[in-house]
């Protein structure tokens, strides 16, 4: 896949004391293939392949693991052991996503949660920036009881929001969970038949790259 690269502005040749056929054909070749750079660039955003040439941060990040709660007292983080896109954006530790540049990016998930308990329970997920709790990044869920004994209750929340990256050395991004009994957690299911369904991973995970610090 083709890179833009910067473009440098021309190295005008120096004009002569009086007019010269020579030095108006060596601006002329100067400026055409100038132009001519300009023009190539134009053409790969533009283009019918245009966009091609961009190549900004982002990232798909998956879990074919079910993801149990530590406790009624414990803080969960999700976890991703399926990277299907890291472009600028990489997943350490297993939960923590880090990015490469600076700049403000779009982050979107949604978590397949499940009680298996004959009580409606309470599901939260927020945000951490460098391990410490995001402010005013809470969204609770309130989950009915399991249907009957083999028959599970589900739920999927799915949030979008604006993480910002002023340093990349030193800030990533976690998300973390909490419910109200150890018989709600994040589950996985396998693919299945009649007809053929794709496996549901515990979680998904997108990041887009928006725009750089202002």
């Known amino acids: 896949m083709p ?25 002329t070749n100067v400026l055409r293939l100038y132009f001519n750079r300009v023009s190539g660039v134009i053409n790969s955003l533009l283009g019918v392949d245009g966009g091609t040439a961009i190549q900004n941060p982002h990232a798909l990040l998956m879990s074919d ?62 945000a951490g920036y460098d391990g410490a709790n995001y402010p005013l990044s809470n969204t609770r869920y309130d989950i009915p009881a399991r249907k009957s004994a083999s028959v599970w209750t589900h739920i999927v929340p799915a949030i979008s929001g604006i993480f910002t990256v002023t340093n990349p050395d030193t800030e990533y991004l976690t998300i973390k969970w909490w419910a109200s009994s150890v018989d709600v957690y994040l589950e996985h299911y396998a693919a299945n038949t009649s007809p053929t369904r794709p496996a549901i991973p515990s979680v998904i995970l997108t990041v887009n790259f928006v725009s750089r610090l202002p």
């Open 3 to 27: 890179e833009l690269q910067k473009i440098p502005p021309p190295a005008l040749p120096l004009a002569p004391q009086s007019y010269g056929a020579q030095f108006v054909d060596q601006l």
């Open 65 to 126: 693991q079910d993801q149990t709660s530590a406790g009624i007292t414990s803080e969960n983080i999700v976890s991703y052991n399926q990277p299907v896109i890291t472009q600028g954006v990489e997943v350490r530790s297993g939960n923590q996503i880090w990015f490469d540049a600076a700049g403000q990016y779009l982050v979107t998930f949604s978590l397949q949660v499940t009680n298996r308990s004959n009580d409606e329970q309470t599901f939260e997920v927020w």
